[in-house]
């Protein structure tokens, strides 16, 4: 079993950044894929940015630039700092594990709470 809680989302004016944090635990964390979701209202959710346990990054293109996913094995967390926020990246985040296999991520089914990121025009 696996646990995933998410913290660090808020309200930000567009240009502005936020840092995003989830605590994993219940499981081997540095073994495991780590990555980032969202889901706008009325959208299905999509995959944000993955990191592995080699550290290689993947990010969608939609936040190529301008969002970072990093981890600290130590701590059984992983972070999103998100920096030049637009309203389009208004949505719910959430934290998952899964696998990286022939350069594709394929999800666990452990999800966290989620945290609500709102950017303001």
């Known amino acids: 079993q696996v646990q995933l809680v998410e913290s660090g989302g808020g309200l930000v004016q567009a240009g502005g950044s936020l840092r995003l944090s989830c605590v994993a635990s219940g499981s081997s964390f540095s073994i495991n894929t780590m990555a980032w979701y969202r889901q706008a209202p009325g959208k299905q959710r999509e995959l944000v940015a993955f990191?592995?346990?080699?550290?290689?990054?993947n990010y969608a293109d939609s936040v190529k630039g301008r969002f970072t996913i990093s981890r600290d094995n130590a701590k059984n967390t992983v972070y999103l700092q998100m920096n030049s926020l637009k309203p389009e990246d208004t949505a719910v985040y959430y934290c998952n594990t899964g696998r990286f296999i022939s350069a594709t991520y394929y999800p666990y089914d452990y999800w966290g709470q989620g945290t609500q990121v709102t950017v303001s025009s």
């Open positions: 990191i592995r346990r080699d550290g290689g990054t």
